[in-house]
């Protein structure tokens, strides 16, 4: 605002000095313009704008001259025996007699925890990866209304509502004593609930944190 102020001194002393208005040049009346406290946040604006250009160009020169495009990229890695997807792994217990519990146990002694799916895309990824193992798939997952009956709660899901997607019919808490979620094949890839101590042969699904790293790569034209 400094200019500003020096411009209008200028002004005003030609008007004192010479009795009468000098015609602004096109540079004083924008000036003028600019000295009105409306026209300050066009002036913020034009300094932001000028930063931006100034950081873009420094990017530019340190990845070098011409034109370029960058992309942010995302890569992501398992153990072997599980499967990526997202920014998780995942992997399936053997097809044994296990209760919930021991399932629990089982994912947790293979490096992970039992997974709870959180959106359709996910269960159905998971799903997939089961009917390749049977095509007639029984699998535990981490949700369980074990503490509050007809209250479900999922594993990694305990601020949010947990995802359940449940096969028509179910939850139906048979014989009062179902507070254990699978998934299955014969419920139509659906959620059932089922007795945590139930002791046919299933699978269980396990999940872990994939190795991800994030990176830059320059794209030239
Ligand atoms: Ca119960
Ligand atoms: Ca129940
Ligand atoms: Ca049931």
Same mark, same amino acid.
């Given at each position: 605002m400094a200019t500003i102020s020096v411009v209008n001194t200028y002004i005003l002393r030609r008007r004192k000095a010479y009795n009468f208005l000098p015609r602004p040049s096109l540079f004083i009346r924008i000036i003028q313009i600019l000295a009105k406290p409306s026209s300050e946040r066009v002036i913020m604006y034009f300094f932001k704008v000028f930063g931006f250009v100034t950081i873009t160009s420094a990017i530019n020169a340190q990845f070098g001259s011409g034109t370029c495009h960058s992309r942010l990229t995302l890569e992501c890695s398992c153990p072997p025996q599980w499967q990526w997807w997202g920014k998780d792994c995942y992997r399936l217990t053997p097809v044994i007699a296990q209760?919930?519990? @021991? =399932?629990? %146990?089982? *994912? @947790?002694? !293979? /490096? /992970?925890? !039992?997974?709870?799916?959180? %959106?359709h895309e996910e269960m159905n990824f998971m799903t997939d990866m089961a009917r390749k193992v049977d095509s007639n798939f029984f699998a535990w997952i981490a949700c369980t209304d074990k503490e509050v009956e007809g209250t479900w709660e999922c594993d990694g899901q305990e601020d949010i509502e947990p995802f359940l997607e449940w096969d028509d019919g179910q939850p139906d808490d048979k014989n009062n004593n179902q507070d254990c979620c699978q998934i299955a094949a014969t419920f139509n890839d659906k959620m059932d609930d089922d007795d945590c101590d139930n002791m046919s042969p299933r699978l269980a699904f396990c999940i872990r944190?994939? =190795? *991800?790293t994030y990176g830059l790569i320059q794209l030239r034209q």
């Open positions: 209760a919930w519990d @021991q =399932a629990k %146990s089982a *994912c @947790q002694n !293979m /490096g /992970g925890k !039992m997974a709870a799916p959180r %959106s944190r994939a =190795a *991800c």
